[in-house]
């Protein structure tokens, strides 16, 4: 255990470091607040044409290197959804790393976007989370939901 091993000669040697993927999953169950409740399809608006944002914070361990964020998401509306991951600075405002926008769609289905992303985590100097935002939110939990967000990342050990 540890940062040393031992080789096949009986030598003391240092362990190289072994990246290792992981996964940060937010439920649709995360978001739920006033005005919000969760349906078959995942967290929906309750008031329609509600232009309000459900934030969530995200804690990723320091220096690990986010590679993606998946939405997954019910949508049979004209309603875009906004998915962003965000960066907290203390002395600035906070700068969006991820953006992701559904499009109006036809078909009653669930959906499944991956986004790319190549992002270190610095907890020293930043804090992060996850805002989904509507201008115009459909009050019809039959029509749009969120049902879950995934961060991969890596972190080296």
Do not use: C
């Amino acid at each position: 255990e540890g940062d040393i091993a031992v080789t096949a000669q009986g030598y003391l040697k240092r362990k190289e470091p072994t990246t290792i993927t992981r996964y940060f999953s937010i439920s649709a169950m995360d978001f739920i607040g006033e005005d919000f409740g969760l349906g078959i399809n995942g967290v929906y608006s309750t008031t329609a044409g509600y232009n309000e944002s459900l934030p969530q914070a995200i804690h990723l361990p320091d220096n690990a290197v986010i590679k993606e964020v998946k939405a997954i998401y019910f949508d049979n509306s004209t309603t875009d959804i906004n998915l962003i991951l965000y960066k907290y600075i203390d002395t600035t405002p906070a700068v969006s790393i991820v953006l992701f926008r559904t499009l109006p769609h036809g078909g009653a289905d669930v959906q499944t976007e991956i986004i790319p992303a190549l992002y270190t985590v610095n907890n020293l100097t930043k804090s992060y989370g996850v805002i989904m935002s509507s201008d115009n939110w459909e009050a019809n939990a039959t029509k749009v939901g969120v049902k879950r967000i995934v961060i991969k990342y890596e972190v080296t050990e």
